[in-house]
């Protein structure tokens, strides 16, 4: 893990902290960066002592969007061979639960990574924004779905046709981010979260994932069908008995890794 020049990575016990460390550009999202971070992703999923990952970035920003330079002189059809947005799907190919602990600008592409992850957790000073509009573009990784699946049509119409941003406060009203917490403990309440993450069961929490996921994509009926496969297949598991059991007996359950 040592070769990475544009990211940070940490352990606490069994979370995982990926930290988006290029602080001269507001961690502004270019290829190399998004490549350590696909990269840094890929590995923490593998490792089996690893629960949840939490994505970070600086105080001032977790992401102030792509690299407006390295986009400027970027040209059609060249974007359309060269898909540079594809590494970004990185984050969705996760199977364990990604936190997204965002303080200051998450803008652009820097809100879309945040929507990607699973749960967002914000600071005080977290100011979310699509400005792509300003540019003379529209949000490409996903923000015109995502926000719109978030805060519903009109306010999301309104950020992505004005640019304008919103606070903590307003993001956590409607329903943007799971909770708002002061900018001092943001990094030690996500990593607490991650870690009561991995005190439970890992299969159940892995379909768990999969399925609110899957809400995002699929027809109700099919959503529900889904659910119902993943919920009888936890029976043939040994976490299953244990959780059972430990509630009968009244104890706490000792569920396996991995
Ligand atoms: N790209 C490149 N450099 C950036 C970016 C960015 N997105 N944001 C900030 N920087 C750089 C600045 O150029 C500046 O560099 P330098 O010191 O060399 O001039 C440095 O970071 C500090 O920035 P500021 O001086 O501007 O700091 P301020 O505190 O005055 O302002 C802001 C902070 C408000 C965040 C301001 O920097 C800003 O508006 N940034 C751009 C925000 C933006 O428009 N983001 C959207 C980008 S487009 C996008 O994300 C499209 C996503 C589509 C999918 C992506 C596919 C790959």
């Known amino acids: 893990m040592a070769d990475y020049e544009m990211i940070l990575t940490e352990r606490h016990g069994a979370a995982a902290v990926i930290r988006l460390n290029r602080p001269q550009a507001l ?3 270019c290829d190399q960066l998004m490549d350590e971070l696909a990269r840094a992703l890929r590995a923490f999923d593998a490792d089996d002592s690893v629960s949840a990952i939490v994505l970070t970035g600086s105080d001032k920003a977790f ?3 792509a690299d407006i330079r390295e986009m400027q002189p970027r040209s ?3 974007t359309h061979r060269h898909d540079f947005i594809a590494p970004w799907e990185a984050v969705l ?3 364990k639960p990604v936190i997204a602990a965002v303080a200051g600008f998450a803008l652009g592409g820097g809100c879309e990574v945040a929507m990607m992850c699973d749960i967002l957790l914000a600071a005080d000073t977290a100011k979310f924004g699509q400005p792509e509009i300003k540019l003379g573009i529209l949000p490409g990784a996903g923000g015109s779905q995502r926000l719109t699946h978030a805060i519903g049509k009109s306010k999301a119409m309104e950020m992505v046709l004005t640019g304008r941003m919103m606070d903590a406060a307003e993001a956590e009203r409607c329903g943007l981010v799971a909770r708002v917490v002061p900018a001092a403990e943001l990094m030690d309440q996500a990593v607490a979260l991650a870690q009561k993450i991995g005190e439970l069961s890992a299969p159940a929490v ?3 994932k999969e399925a609110v996921n899957a809400s995002f994509e699929l027809p109700l009926r099919e959503g529900v069908r889904l659910e119902r496969r993943l919920f009888l297949s936890l ?3 040994e976490d299953q008995k244990e959780g059972m059991a430990a509630f009968n007996e009244k104890r706490k359950p000792l569920f396996r890794r991995g």
């Open 63 to 65: 992401a102030a969007g």
């Open 235 to 237: 029976f043939g598991t």
């Open 76 to 78: 059609w059809p060249g």
């Open 27 to 29: 961690n502004a999202l």
């Open 206 to 208: 892995a379909m768990a």
């Open 93 to 95: 190919g996760v199977q």
